[in-house]
């Protein structure tokens, strides 16, 4: 199973982008998916996160809550929906998806540039 991202891109600040992270491959399902970002300069293992989905329950990090919203069409895709962008929000942005078997899948990476 590979987790596809896409939406990257370049935004100008105040505007909005979507991102969106799709399993492929053998069919699993999963637990919990979700998208951690990092910021220019900082190392992947201090990433933090910025939001996911688990069973029913959606959830957005504090530092982006009232611009982002995740939303999820089946338990194998997330949408990660940014409003108000600002520079800070530059980063490149990595899904990653916890299977009902196996460990952590982590995708690619999509990078989100915000212009001021």
């Known amino acids: 199973v590979e987790l596809e991202e896409s939406g990257g891109g370049l935004v100008q600040a105040g505007g909005s982008h979507t991102l969106s992270c799709t399993a492929h491959g053998h069919g699993r399902s999963f637990n919990t998916m979700g998208w951690f970002r990092q910021r220019p300069g900082q190392d992947r293992a201090t990433a933090s996160v910025?939001?996911?989905?688990?069973?029913?329950?959606l959830v957005v990090a504090d530092s982006v809550k009232g611009r982002f919203t995740i939303s999820s069409d089946n338990n194998d895709d997330i949408y990660l929906h940014m409003n108000s962008l600002e520079p800070e929000d530059t980063a490149v942005y990595h899904c990653?998806?916890?299977?009902?078997?196996?460990?952590?899948?982590w995708g690619q990476g999509t990078q989100v540039t915000v212009s001021s």
């Open positions: 910025v939001g996911y989905w688990s069973g029913s329950r």
């Open positions: 990653f998806g916890d299977p009902s078997v196996g460990g952590r899948i």
